[in-house]
Structures are given as structure tokens and as C-alpha cells.
């Protein structure tokens, strides 16, 4: 418990600092970026030399633009907008959009459960956990690989709560992500979740894609945990709780509703 809690002060501090600086900086950008773009298109054509310049600085000015963009998407707390779904459903749907993001060196297989559970979860902050730890896969798979997404109902015993701070024992669905890539080294792995901690060159991470995972898990009551192998890949395990009775409006096919149902 302490652990989760000095984690999620960690992430609220760091979050209230990075707005704060991510808001000036945007307006600091903004007086540079207006001017740039003013001059290039006075210059026209007139001057290729001096127009190619200003555009490089214009693209930088940019970049960092959209960088303090997600700084500020992270640092709001947004408020989740949960609805029941069905798990199955949410990662058939992202297939296309996985496999666009993996290029075509990546493989990627879903492994779908019969008789899934149905969870209360925001949609969109759910597929956006998905995609960023599908991002964080091709990134370790440079040379190719496979990318599994998984999903389960899965019981967590008081055994398991006892070991893993913060877990409440219960009925969950898991949707776990397995890479075949470079995995992660046990300092790597204690730090994977702290905001801004990035083991990637400077303009290619952030360091905020776990850290939006974990504060999405713990904000729908759920738990994540890394297992990880040096060479051999890593798998993201995310667990939300299970929603105990689907909404009647979605019983729209008696047979499937009731296999779901326990
Ligand atoms: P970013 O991807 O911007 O670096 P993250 O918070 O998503 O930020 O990840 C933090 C770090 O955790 C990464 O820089 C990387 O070192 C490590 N990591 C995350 N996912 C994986 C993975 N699937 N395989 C190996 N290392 C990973």
C-alpha cells in the first residue's frame, strides 16, 4: 500500500510541475512559432536558402510544441468516463490500428477468451493503454518479432493481494501484451512506471507512456504488473475488475450473453 501511494504522490506532484511548466513553455513557443511563420511566408520563393532555415527552426519549434502538448494532456487530470464493454470487442476493434502502429516486421496475434467478462472502463483512456504499451513493444522488437494481446478472466487470490501491494482480492479480466523483443533489466523494470523515467534517445520517448498506464489502472480500481526477461521479451498484464451483471440493453444476442454470464 505504501508503495502505491508513494507512487501515485510521485505522479501527482510530477503532474502538477509539468503542467505548470508545459503551460508557460507553450506560450513562450507560440511567440516563436507565429514570427517564424510569418517570415517564411514573406519570403516565398525569393530566398530557398535562408526559407530552408527558417523552416528547420519552424519544425523544431514545433515538435516541441507537440511535446508540451502531451505534457499538458498528462498533467490534466482527466476525468474517466467509464461504460460496460466487452474486452473482447474493444481489442478485435483495435486490430487494423495495431498493426498499422507495429509496421510490418512486428506480428501480431490476439488470443481472445470464450465467455469473457465484461468490464466498466473509459473506452477511449482503455485503447489508448493498449496502443502505448503495443508502441512500447515495437520499440523493444526493432529486429522484428511478435506481439500478443491476450485477454482472460482471471480470479487474484488473497494470496496473490498479500503479495502485491495494493491489489484487492477479486474477480478481474486480464488484458496481458507480450513482446518477443529486448526486455527489460531489473533496474529498468523498478523504474518503468515513473513518470519521465525513458531509456529511449531524446525526441523518440517521453518517459509518460507506462506512467499513463498505471494512473488509468489505478483510477478503474485495477492492477498492473510487469514480467519481464533480458532477451527474451516482456509481458504488461493489466487487471480491471470485472463488471458482475452486463447491462441489459447489450443482452442483444441471448445465446453469447449467456455463455458470458456466470
Ligand atoms: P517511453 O516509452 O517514452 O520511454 P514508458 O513509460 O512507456 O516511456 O517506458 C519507460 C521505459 O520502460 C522505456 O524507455 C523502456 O526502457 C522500458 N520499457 C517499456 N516497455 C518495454 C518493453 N515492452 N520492452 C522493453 N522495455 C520496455
Not at 36 to 55: F, H, K, N, Q
Not at 174 to 187: F, K, N, Y
Request: hydrophobic share 40%.
Amino acid at each position: 500500500v505504501e508503495e502505491a501511494l508513494r507512487q501515485a504522490q510521485k505522479m501527482e506532484a510530477v503532474g502538477q510541475l509539468t503542467g505548470g511548466i508545459a503551460h508557460d513553455f507553450n506560450n513562450m513557443l507560440a511567440t516563436v512559432i507565429g514570427p517564424l511563420d510569418v517570415l517564411a511566408t514573406r519570403l516565398g520563393d525569393s530566398d530557398p536558402r535562408t526559407r530552408r532555415y527558417i523552416e528547420l527552426a519552424l519544425d523544431g519549434a514545433l515538435r516541441a510544441a507537440q511535446l508540451t502538448q502531451r505534457l499538458l494532456a498528462f498533467s490534466r487530470q482527466q476525468p474517466l468516463q467509464p461504460v460496460a464493454l466487452d474486452p473482447n470487442r474493444l481489442v478485435a476493434g483495435m486490430s487494423g490500428l495495431l498493426a498499422h502502429s507495429l509496421g510490418s516486421s512486428v506480428r501480431l496475434e490476439t488470443v481472445l477468451a470464450g465467455g469473457i467478462w465484461w468490464i466498466h472502463a473509459d473506452e477511449n483512456q482503455l485503447e489508448n493503454v493498449i496502443l502505448n504499451l503495443a508502441v512500447n513493444a515495437r520499440d523493444a522488437m526493432p529486429d522484428g518479432g511478435r506481439l500478443t494481446v491476450e485477454t482472460a478472466n482471471c480470479d487474484l487470490d488473497h494470496r496473490y493481494a498479500a503479495d502485491n501491494a495494493g491489489v484487492q482480492a477479486g474477480q478481474y479480466v486480464l488484458i496481458a501484451v507480450t513482446d518477443t523483443g529486448a526486455g527489460m533489466t531489473p533496474e529498468v523494470m523498478a523504474k518503468a512506471f515513473d513518470p519521465f523515467f525513458t531509456t529511449k534517445q531524446v525526441g523518440r520517448g517521453t518517459g509518460l507512456g507506462l506512467s499513463q498506464v498505471y494512473g488509468f489502472v489505478k483510477q478503474s480500481a485495477g492492477h498492473v504488473k510487469i514480467y519481464s526477461e533480458l532477451g527474451q521479451g516482456t509481458t504488461v498484464k493489466v487487471y480491471l475488475p470485472r463488471l458482475l451483471r452486463r447491462p441489459q440493453q447489450q443482452d442483444a444476442n441471448p445465446a453469447r450473453a449467456a455463455s458470458a454470464l456466470p
